[in-house]
T-cell receptor, first 115, second 108 residues
Framework: DAGVTQSPTHLIKTRGQHVTLRCSPI?????VSWYQQVLGQGPQFIFQ???????GRGNFPDRFSARQFPNYSSELNVNALLLGDSALYLC??????????????FGPGTRLTVL | AQRVTQPEKLLSVFKGAPVELKCNYS??????LFWYVQYSRQRLQLLLR??SRESIKGFTADLNKGETSFHLKKPFAQEEDSAMYYC??????????FGKGTKLSVKP
């Protein structure tokens, strides 16, 4: 298993544009979480999806949205991009949504640059 | 408030020296704490979690509820331990709340 995969690896957009980031979880994992990591900071939680339903949301504006598909892959969408959205976007998958014994496995991330 | 604080941005030690990476947390209730590590050009990966009470790569971490701390320790640092270390707390939504990270540099 290749682990969690994310695409694209890098992306450059201009202010006001829209972006879609994609994530494929580890086979058998039903939960996907998205994190934003700004340079010099730790990852910050954006969304968690489990069995195609939103199970958690961080403190991000409505410009950020996500969904999970029947095959458990996920998309993160960001509308009306701002310069401050430039960051590394991480996807993490886990078997379940929130059990304490569950481990979140991270993908390599998508580096988004907004000009 | 649910928060993780890692007071040191950078920690530099010599090979063979003891290492302690500090982590303090704020959480009402029973916390679940983790240490994640990111080696150069690799993805973020779990190093250890407090419920397992295990030692991974010689690292241990003990949860101290009185001091609200979960410091990561290793008695003898190796050059291959050089990496970015993040302390994380499981939040009420099942999400991970990360500290800002500590860069560990082990010099030969």
């Amino acid at each position: 298993d290749a682990g969690v995969t994310q695409s694209p690896t890098h992306l450059i957009k201009t202010r006001g544009q829209h972006v879609t980031l994609r994530c494929s979880p580890i086979s058998g994992h039903k939960s996907v979480s998205w994190y934003q990591q700004v340079l010099g900071q730790g990852p910050q939680f954006i969304f968690q999806y489990y069995e195609k339903e939103e199970r958690g949301r961080g403190n991000f504006p409505d410009r950020f949205s996500a969904r999970q598909f029947p095959n458990y892959s996920s998309e993160l969408n960001v509308n009306a991009l701002l310069l401050g959205d430039s960051a590394l976007y991480l996807c993490a998958s886990s078997l379940w949504a929130s059990y304490s014994t569950d481990t979140q496995y991270f993908g390599p991330g998508t580096r988004l640059t907004v000009l | 408030a649910q928060r993780v604080t890692q007071p040191e941005k950078l920690l530099s030690v010599f090979k063979g020296a003891p290492v302690e990476l500090k982590c303090n947390y704020s959480y009402s209730g029973s916390p679940e704490l983790f240490w994640y590590v990111q080696y150069s050009r690799q993805r973020l990966q779990l190093l250890l979690r407090h419920i397992s009470r295990e030692s991974i790569k010689g690292f241990t971490a003990d949860l101290n509820k009185g001091e609200t701390s979960f410091h990561l320790k290793k008695p003898f640092a190796q050059e291959e331990d050089s990496a970015m270390y993040y302390c994380a707390l499981k939040g009420s939504q099942g999400n991970l709340i990360f500290g800002k990270g500590t860069k560990l540099s082990v010099k030969p």
